[in-house]
């Protein structure tokens, strides 16, 4: 009943430090998306993906890539971390675009 | 620009009573409308939807109402419990002729507390 499985679930980097935040799903899905949620803010949308090999981004894709070499797996990658990326980030997939089932998040401070 | 908006940040309501959340938007292209419930330290689990075509859809205890010439929707939840204390975010998609591929504009939540 695993879903979508979301990893690290915290993490604090400093300022320039690089890292990829990892999402896979094991429900088949083509569809999968990564969000972030800023304090008292919605989800907003980063990047997407409707299947392997295909990605577009989202409402705020700055400061970050992705890519999706497989259907279970898309990574978000941030280059050069900033402060303003301190956020809760969420990976979501669905089949046919919605409802879409949501992973726990990874909490990142960035120092 | 936030094309969905929920105005009201929290909502406390007694165990027993209707909790009513509501949620405005700003673009009449949205087709689909969702509502989300977030536990903390969880992500948003999806709780009902309705489509712009439709005035009412409900499933339970959880009603949706779509009031389209207003731009408004409104969940209700009758009789609220304490198990429904939690952050709901409504969220719309826009309809792209088949291209949206399902990408959800949110809005920024509504903590709801059900006292017993």
């Known amino acids: 009943n695993a879903g979508v499985t979301q990893t690290p679930k915290f993490r604090i980097l400093k300022i320039g430090q690089s890292m990829t935040l990892q999402c896979t799903q094991d429900?088949?899905?083509?569809?999968m998306y990564w969000y972030r949620q800023d304090p008292g803010m919605g989800l907003k949308l980063i990047y997407y993906s409707v299947g392997a090999g295909i990605t577009d981004k989202g409402e705020v894709p700055n400061g970050y890539n992705v890519s999706r070499s497989t259907t279970e797996d898309f990574p978000l990658r941030l280059e050069l971390a900033a402060p303003s990326q301190t956020s809760v980030y969420f990976c979501?997939?669905?089949?046919?675009?919605?409802?879409?089932?949501f992973g726990d998040g990874t909490r990142l401070s960035i120092l | 620009d936030q094309q969905v908006k929920q105005n009201s940040p929290s909502l406390s309501v007694q165990e027993g009573r209707i909790s009513i959340l509501n949620c405005d938007y700003t673009n009449s292209m949205f087709d689909y409308f969702l509502w989300y419930k977030k536990y903390p330290a969880e992500g948003p689990t999806f709780l009902i939807s309705i489509s712009s075509i439709k005035d009412k859809n409900e499933d339970g205890r959880f009603t949706v109402f779509l009031n389209k010439s207003a731009k408004h929707l409104s969940l209700h939840i009758v009789p609220s419990q304490p198990g429904d204390s939690a952050v709901y975010f409504c969220?719309?998609?826009?309809?792209?002729?088949?291209?949206?591929?399902?990408?959800?504009?949110f809005g920024q939540g509504t903590i709801l507390t059900v006292h017993p």
């Open positions: 969220a719309a998609r826009l309809d792209a002729g088949g291209t949206s591929y399902g990408k959800l504009t």
């Open positions: 979501a997939s669905s089949s046919v675009g919605w409802p879409q089932h």
């Open positions: 429900m088949n899905h083509n569809y």
